[in-house]
């Protein structure tokens, strides 16, 4: 117990220590800027390091990470191989392009179909097909009526696919979600402790081939 009280006060000093030092350092003009600028960048790294951290833990600061993309790890292609790194949520993450905008979304291996939200829709130019009656898709929140509507071209990273059917509903809020009826149009795919690893059939480049698909 006074080893641990002991400890305390020390820290306490320790601390009272250099914030005095620091005080009177920020006094003088030059020196006072470069102590300025060094606590605001110490300042920061410490933000960076305690949401990385507790973005694990805590889904308000995972949201905030997924935000910033503090932490994380971009996907990569290697290979024939596209790599997905786990997010700080758990869930595996990818930079999608559809058509001429870009979205990041979850890969979601428990949904049949992809699913984009009505504003993806419309920025990506998509129309709803002519379909008599809405299509029903269970989510996590129920069932809702969804639109159905054809992709010409999804690309993630080396990976396209074309002519992709999704389901499109103002119901989705902000969530795009890459389902089953993509991955499977792949080789392959399968995840290796932290890293989604997905396998096209044929992996193209940035330029992509306008013959290619997966």
Request: hydrophobic share 50%.
């Amino acid at each position: 117990m006074l080893d641990y009280l002991s400890a305390h006060a020390t820290l306490i000093l320790l601390v009272a220590i250099a914030v005095l030092v620091v005080a009177m350092l920020q006094r003088v003009p030059i020196v006072g800027r470069f102590v300025s600028f060094a606590i605001m960048v110490a300042s920061l790294g410490f933000v960076v390091l305690l949401v990385g951290q507790r973005a694990r833990f805590d889904p308000a600061f995972a949201r905030i990470a997924q935000t910033f993309h503090i932490g994380e790890r971009e996907q990569e292609a290697v290979g024939k191989e596209l790599r997905v790194p786990m997010a700080s949520d758990g869930h595996f993450w990818v930079r999608v392009r559809i058509g001429k905008i870009e979205r990041r979304m979850l890969v979601d291996s428990g949904a049949t179909v992809t699913a984009i939200s009505s504003d993806t829709a419309e920025q990506a130019g998509l129309f709803p097909d002519d379909a008599p009656f809405p299509m029903v898709v269970r989510t996590a929140n129920g069932a809702v009526n969804a639109q159905t509507a054809t992709v010409p071209e999804v690309r993630i990273g080396n990976v396209v696919a074309r002519d992709l059917p999704v389901v499109v509903s103002p119901a989705f809020g902000d969530m795009d979600v890459i389902g089953m009826n993509f991955l499977s149009r792949l080789k392959s795919w399968r995840v290796e402790g932290q890293t989604m690893v997905l396998v096209p059939h044929h992996p193209v480049g940035v330029a992509a081939d306008a013959d290619a698909t997966t």
